[in-house]
Each structure stands twice: as structure tokens, then as C-alpha cells.
């Protein structure tokens, strides 16, 4: 009776396993058919959205590639800090996520009673079509943290060990 037992819970770990790692494989398919709809939805359709800095909008960020982060749900939303408004159609936001992360390119903070963090190295340049629907208003303070951590991370490599100071492109000189 017991090796039946072990026989069962050994056949039944294994069909979990192979299920979620099933799962992963299908969920790294992504449908960019569908996204490709959606925002041909918003290009076609939409007005964009008033919008001030400091502001945070669900923001239909689409389904990206590699490490960008996508959005959610039908409308494949995120919600994102407006950091700079360019004008009535186009601004830089940065990509919001309730998952904390310690790093420099991240920034966590408190908005309406909730833990946030601000995925700083994906700043992205956004139409004010893609905005869905007002959040709130941060903080001057924590906007002011936000967009002075962000400028240092674009401008200053020292701060960034990781990477190799620029240089400059090698060139052929000719005399090959």
C-alpha cells in the first residue's frame, strides 16, 4: 500500500511540474495580433487624455519585447508617472510596478496607502492617446526624488559600474 501511495504522489508532482512549466512556455507566447488591434483601436479613435506632470494614469503600454515591461488585461494597461509633458499630445512616463525591487534603477515610494516602484531605466516616450484614466497626483517631494534619480541615471555613467565608460567607435584607419 505504501509504494502505491508514493507511486501517486510521485505521478502527481510530476503532472504539477509539467503543468507549470507547460504554463511558463505558453505564457512567454505573446499575442502581438492582439496588441497591434488595441492600438490601432487608440491611433484611429482616441483624443488624447489632459494630462500634468506628477500626474499617475493607467496607460495602455502595450505588449512589448524582451524586458520592457508590458501592460496588463484587454487594453494591456500599466500604470505609469508622468515625469514630462512636451505638449497636449506627448510626454516621457515612467512605468509603475507594485513588485519591490532594491536596485538603482528602480525607486520605491507610498502612493494612496499603497508600496510602488518606479522602473526608472524604462522611461519611455508615450502619446497622451494611450492614457485610460487618472490615478492621482504625487507629491512634489517624491516627484522631485523620482526625476532627480532618473536624470542621474541617464547622464552619469560613474554611477552605473556595471557598464564600460563610452568610447568612441573604432574606425578603420586605412591601413589595413
Not at 13 to 33: A, E, Q
Not at 67 to 76: C, I, N, R, S, Y
Not at 128 to 157: C, H, M, P, S
Request: hydrophobic share 35%.
Amino acid at each position: 500500500m505504501t509504494g502505491f501511495k508514493l507511486t501517486n504522489i510521485i505521478r502527481h508532482v510530476n503532472s504539477y511540474i509539467f503543468h507549470r512549466f507547460l504554463g511558463k512556455l505558453i505564457g512567454m507566447v505573446k499575442d502581438f495580433s492582439k496588441w497591434h488591434k488595441v492600438k490601432s483601436v487608440i491611433e484611429s479613435d482616441k483624443q488624447p487624455s489632459p494630462f500634468r506632470e506628477r500626474e499617475i494614469w493607467w496607460c495602455s503600454i502595450g505588449l512589448n519585447i524582451g524586458v520592457e515591461a508590458d501592460g496588463k488585461h484587454d487594453t494591456f494597461e500599466r500604470p505609469i508617472l508622468i515625469i514630462r509633458k512636451f505638449n497636449k499630445d506627448m510626454l516621457w512616463g515612467i512605468p509603475l510596478t507594485t513588485r519591490s525591487k532594491d536596485t538603482k534603477y528602480h525607486l520605491k515610494f507610498t502612493f494612496h496607502e499603497r508600496e510602488s516602484t518606479a522602473i526608472l531605466s524604462q522611461l519611455k516616450t508615450l502619446s497622451g492617446k494611450r492614457l485610460v484614466r487618472k490615478i492621482g497626483k504625487l507629491g512634489r517631494k517624491k516627484f522631485d526624488q523620482i526625476r532627480k534619480q532618473t536624470v542621474e541615471l541617464a547622464v552619469n555613467r560613474k554611477a552605473d559600474t556595471k557598464t564600460a565608460p563610452f568610447r568612441e567607435p573604432r574606425v578603420p584607419s586605412g591601413n589595413m
